[in-house]
């Protein structure tokens, strides 16, 4: 397209150019003859200069957005993984069944993050599915009862959405509500989407006597995600009252 643009743009000053030589000519003015010839220099070497130097800001500011996304998107369920890995390593001989299971659920959960997580884009449906997987390792990981629900209403099947978004999410719920309750964890996830946008909402409780360290990592990658991927078409908000906190956000379609 830009080539296209451009041999159609030469072709054009070039007809430009001959016409006021043939109007000058009539003329028969050598000044104007000058002030052609700087005018068609400025429109055949410096115009087409300043527009290749746009488009190649441009292209770079790209480049730096998308390799920004890829980094960002590498830092996340580090902390998820690692404890998984390790209460592996002390599930091996107890038992062998169980750490079986854990590993290829885990398996799952990574093989999704490095090739499907490295995609602009992913179906609603996929990220929905490897939330549950998440969820599945997750119950399994804690051997204890935790009340989680997940509703999902999907009306516009293939609606996509940034990967690795919600997830974020939903491990701060395990991580600062689960994690801290010996009893009685609840989290509850519902998640719908129409033509237009899909919303995620989360809520979760938790011990108001530990200290949650605010704007940890990965709420700090997920805006920073949400500024560069959804500028104009996100909004998420948070809150914490009493005893339980809840996260919403909403994305518009890209």
Do not use: C
């Amino acid at each position: 397209m830009i080539s296209y643009i451009k041999k159609r743009a030469l072709l054009f000053i070039i007809l430009l150019y001959i016409i006021l030589l043939f109007l000058a000519g009539l003329a028969e003015d050598i000044e104007l003859y000058i002030v052609l010839f700087t005018i068609f220099y400025t429109l055949l070497v410096v115009l087409p200069w300043l527009i290749w130097q746009v488009i190649r800001a441009f292209r770079v500011r790209k480049e730096l957005k998308q390799a920004e996304l890829q980094h960002l998107k590498s830092q996340v369920n580090p902390h998820f993984f690692f404890n998984t890995l390790n209460l592996l390593y002390g599930t091996l001989d107890k038992d062998k069944e169980l750490a079986k299971e854990m590993i290829l659920k885990l398996s799952d959960l990574m093989r999704y993050s490095i090739y499907n997580g490295q995609n602009e884009l992913v179906t609603l449906e996929e990220e929905v599915a490897y939330l549950r997987q998440y969820i599945d390792l997750q119950q399994t990981r804690f051997r204890r009862e935790i009340d989680i629900s997940m509703e999902v209403d999907i009306s516009d099947e293939g609606f996509k959405v940034m990967p690795l978004l919600f997830i974020i999410l939903v491990e701060n719920a395990f991580k600062h509500g689960a994690e801290n309750l010996r009893h009685g964890a609840i989290i509850k996830i519902a998640i719908t989407a129409d033509k237009k946008e899909v919303d995620f909402q989360i809520e979760n409780n938790f011990d108001p006597e530990i200290k949650v360290e605010s704007g940890g990592l990965g709420l700090r990658n997920l805006k920073r995600r949400l500024e560069l991927g959804y500028p104009k078409g996100h909004n998420f908000r948070e809150n914490s009252k009493q005893d339980i906190h809840k996260a919403r956000l909403i994305l518009k379609k890209l």
